[in-house]
């Protein structure tokens, strides 16, 4: 049987925001984080009601004891992507920022929900633990300073993960009489795939809203895609390997072809986008 959530979701993105069943009526969006374990993207539909010019969320998980695990993603890794039904029947979708709200603001929040709302006082009555509110904010990727950052993180990152991928690499050692993989380092090498997998997932999500920015880009941003999905099925055959009990020189085999596709598609990227992003560009009418 389907899962419930992933029926919403469809329905939500075949109707414009729209949905039917239980949701009928309800202010929804959709609310995608990266999974703090495994790196990967996970899409949930969430309540929401519109604060200024932020969005705010419940992590309510229907008054049980524990926050649901978007909760838990977005609390690890704060950027965000969300989908939202437009007035033209269609579905927006945008970069956010996710922060959780505390003391005196949250109460204050939780309470007007519960007004306008009753479902959600009777889900605070349910549970010991204090809902969190969550508020979302966009990220405004026309902002020059926006595209400096962006620019500095991904050389950021791909420097963090090619000293991973390194270490790992000689952790294997170089040559054939090499002892068993040991536990220490196959958590290492799940580790480096989880975050690679989330690395990937939060690009995969501003290539969209760039694209709209940089159309000159939209050749190069659908080929980092595509090699996207290469590097991915890649790191799932490790992950297979790892979990599989290989000999290390079967590891340290998919390691190096890893590498080597990485290597590629860090220095494409890095010389598509860092000077898109960094240039100066022309001011319309000066």
Not at 66 to 82: E, G, M, R
Not at 130 to 148: C, E, G, M, Q, T
Not at 172 to 197: E, K, M, N, Q
Not at 253 to 273: G, K, M, N, S, V
Request: charged share 25%; hydrophobic share 40%; proline share 5%.
């Amino acid at each position: 049987m389907p899962d419930f959530n992933q029926l919403v979701i469809e329905e939500f993105r075949a109707n414009g925001g729209r949905v039917g069943g239980m949701f009928e009526g309800a202010a929804l969006l959709l609310l995608t984080t990266t999974g703090a374990r495994s790196g990967r993207a996970h899409t949930n539909p969430a309540v929401y009601v519109r604060d200024g010019a932020r969005l705010l969320v419940f992590a309510s998980n229907a008054g049980g004891p524990k926050h649901p695990a978007w909760f838990h993603n977005l609390s690890a890794d704060p950027f965000v992507t969300v989908e939202l039904g437009t007035t033209e029947g269609t579905v927006e979708r945008f970069a956010a920022t996710a922060v959780v709200t505390e003391g005196e603001e949250r109460d204050r929040l939780y309470a007007e929900q519960a007004d306008r709302d009753p479902g959600f006082a009777a889900y605070q009555a349910a549970t010991d633990r204090i809902i969190p509110v969550v508020a979302l904010h966009r990220v405004d990727l026309a902002d020059p300073a926006r595209h400096r950052a962006i620019a500095d993180h991904l050389i950021k990152v791909h420097a963090e993960l090619r000293d991973e991928l390194t270490a790992l690499r000689e952790g294997l050692g170089v040559t054939s009489d090499i002892p068993p993989l040991g536990r220490g380092l196959a958590r290492h090498c799940l580790t480096f795939c989880g975050a690679l997998h989330a690395h990937h997932h939060n690009e995969d999500s501003v290539f969209d809203l760039l694209e709209h920015e940089f159309p000159e880009l939209s050749d190069a941003l659908d080929r980092m895609r595509e090699e996207h999905k290469v590097v991915a099925r890649t790191v799932e055959e490790l992950e297979a390997l790892l979990t599989s009990g290989a000999a290390p020189a079967a590891v340290r085999t998919e390691l190096d072809r890893l590498a080597t596709r990485l290597d590629e598609h860090f220095t494409y990227e890095e010389a598509q986008l860092v000077p898109a992003l960094t240039r100066t560009r022309a001011v319309p009418g000066a």
